[in-house]
């Protein structure tokens, strides 16, 4: 659920410079995590990057994404959407994570812009993509576009695959450090997108999950939300779900802050206030190990991995990785897991399917 980035921009709605680094910062780093896991995309464009409800940004449609590592390159084939392909996508050569970032340079300077740096009818955007330079975006969008922002994307999209940036990390801190050094403050630390964009904060009138009191979960909203912004809602709830005890749901929720310090920050503000309990007493006893946190067997991960497969496609793995690390027991494994599928059925099915549903 949640509209693609598309929906926006051919309605011409525009983004202000903030707005932008905030839903760069968030593509860039999902895309890094999925490269460190050797998956490479290959369709990066705006209709795969929706934009939820709740404030997220998901990246989408991983159809034609392969893994990094197979012996099964297509070499001579050509995949891929025509004006955000890279240079040796239209040349059928081999692709690696680089092949990501050009087409991440040409989403950037969409939303910089309101038009693409290669426009045209398909044969003539690959040669240009292939040989002739891109307009400064700042000459385009003079008064939206500080020059800072024209040679990061003379980086992004480089002809060549080993004159662009490395991975989409470098490509994050390079636009991070832009745009913090003429002024603009900190990009958001969570995956959030800025609420003015999509999100509007409504009262919420639904039930606690059995075992809560309202008023207790909202205390943690109001403690979390400064580290995750208008996820915080969402992340409570959904936590609130899987447990009812007290310390267990506020280290689920600390995972969600990307900071280690920031997380115990909170850890201890949240048991202190919302719970009355010192974080030394909830402090699980390292002698005596909790046999419900083992972590997932890699068996049960790779099987997990095949049945959500049929949903997401090849970015299964990189999912079931990240649950099993994340959760601990076997039934938060995929509770987690399950998270990713936006049909209600899907995941119903999916949960039936793997012994954990209702």
């Not at 801190?173 to 832009?178: D, N, T, V």
């Not at 919420?204 to 999950?209: K, N, V, W």
């Not at 699980?284 to 972590?295: A, I």
């Amino acid at each position: 659920q949640g509209r693609g980035l598309r929906d926006f921009l051919a309605r011409q709605e525009r983004f202000g410079l903030q707005e932008v680094m905030t839903i760069m910062s968030r593509l860039l780093d999902a895309l890094d995590y999925a490269h460190e896991h050797g998956v490479v995309h290959r369709d990066i464009k705006p209709q795969n990057i929706i934009m939820t409800p709740d404030g997220r940004l998901k990246l989408a449609d991983f159809g034609i994404a392969r893994i990094d590592r197979s012996n099964l390159t297509q070499v001579g084939s050509i995949m891929g959407t025509p004006a955000y392909m890279s240079p040796e996508q239209y040349a059928g050569q081999q692709v690696d994570r680089r092949s990501d970032i050009f087409s991440c340079g040409v989403v950037l300077y969409e939303l910089l812009t309101g038009v693409k740096p290669f426009e045209g009818p398909t044969e003539t955007v690959g040669y240009k993509i292939c040989h002739e330079p891109h307009r400064n975006p700042s000459e385009i969008n003079p008064q939206g576009v500080p020059e800072v922002f024209d040679a990061i994307l003379t980086k992004a999209l480089a002809k060549k695959p080993e004159d662009r940036y490395a991975s989409a990390r470098d490509f994050a801190e390079a636009l991070a450090k832009s745009f913090e050094t003429r002024g603009g403050v900190s990009i958001p630390s969570e995956a959030t997108i800025l609420p003015t964009i999509i999100h509007q904060d409504r009262p919420d009138t639904t039930s606690p999950p059995p075992g809560w009191e309202a008023g207790r979960l909202r205390a943690l909203e109001e403690l979390l939300a400064p580290y995750v912004g208008p996820m915080a809602r969402v992340l409570v709830k959904r936590s609130a779900k899987i447990t009812t005890d007290g310390p267990t749901l506020v280290r689920l929720l600390a995972e969600s802050i990307r900071s280690e310090r920031d997380a115990k920050a909170f850890a201890a503000t949240a048991l202190e206030k919302v719970f009355a309990i010192a974080q030394s007493e909830a402090a699980p006893d390292q002698s005596s190990p909790d046999p419900s946190n083992r972590p997932i067997d890699p068996g049960e991960v790779d099987k997990a991995a095949g049945r959500l497969a049929p949903y997401v496609g090849p970015i299964a793995k990189v999912m079931a990785k990240k649950a099993a690390a994340q959760a601990r027991d076997l039934k938060a494994f995929y509770q987690r897991l399950a998270e990713n599928l936006a049909d209600p059925d899907e995941r119903a099915e999916f949960l039936k399917n793997s012994g954990c549903g209702e």
